[in-house]
């Protein structure tokens, strides 16, 4: 039996059909991801950018380049230096091994860049830390006196203002004078006297009282004070925020 029709038939709507057909809007405020090769060297440069900001507020790493701080500082060390602490009124203090720049004449003249491929990207990774400085024209010493001392050295004895100094740091087989005898000199206002801890394989504010300062360096040209040994992970150490 047929059952009569009581109106116009109505075509009910395939629901999952139309959740094909229509594609699903993103939800209000969802960004796209970048694709990967748009996100790589965003990256990159912003990983360079943080690196820029370390070496310029907090740290930079310096290669050690001869053995004139054995055993304290090894050749091929990196060693990282505090940055932030000159900017919280550190100043070099007796004792505490420092970077400075070449004041002129302590080492010879660094050749040029040859231009290539490899040394634009090495400039570019040493301008921004992660690599040691291109020019490679910093040392590494200890400070010995500071403005207004007077330092001397005669036979094994090094005084500071007349009173012997111990130095525990010194090379196994060193002395405090390593057969160079020297003033007494007083170190002028806003310089620092400084040798490095093998003494005898130094060339350091002794060998050059004939320059600017009569050896001194002048505390603007100190980076800062070395902070730690970051590399090689055998020979890691650490001196403290202000190097001591």
């Known amino acids: 039996m047929t059952l009569p029709q009581t109106g116009p038939a ?15 809007s993103t939800a209000p405020g969802r960004r796209r991801r970048l ?32 053995g004139s701080m054995e055993n304290t500082l090894r050749i091929g060390d990196r060693v990282a230096v505090n940055k932030l602490a000159p900017l919280f009124g ?4 007796r004792g505490e091994p420092v970077v400075f720049k070449d004041p002129g004449g302590w080492l010879p ?4 860049s040859s231009g290539t491929l490899g040394d634009v990207v090495g400039s570019t990774l040493s301008f921004v830390g992660l690599l040691p400085p291109k020019d490679d024209n910093y040392l590494v010493k200890r400070v010995i006196a500071t403005g207004g001392e007077t330092v001397q050295c005669a036979g094994k004895n090094l005084t500071v203002n007349g009173k012997t100094i111990a130095e525990p740091y010194l090379h196994p087989g060193d002395d405090s004078c390593a057969g160079l005898d020297f003033g007494p000199v007083t170190v002028p206002q806003g310089y620092v006297w400084v040798e490095g801890d093998h003494r005898s394989d130094s060339a350091d504010s ?3 009282q004939g320059g600017p300062g009569a050896g001194a360096v002048p505390v603007a040209d100190v980076v800062g004070p070395a902070a730690a040994v970051v590399w090689p992970l055998g020979h890691l150490d650490w001196f403290g925020w202000a190097g001591k």
């Open 35 to 66: 694709p990967w090769w748009a996100e790589f060297p965003a990256m990159i440069v912003l990983g360079l950018v943080i690196a820029l900001a370390i070496k310029t507020c907090l740290f930079q790493v310096f290669s050690i380049p001869s």
């Open 109 to 112: 003249v660094q050749p040029t």
């Open 10 to 24: 109505v075509e009910i709507p395939d629901q999952q059909a139309e959740s094909h057909a229509q594609p699903r």
């Open 206 to 208: 002794r060998y050059h």
């Open 90 to 93: 550190w100043e070099p203090a």
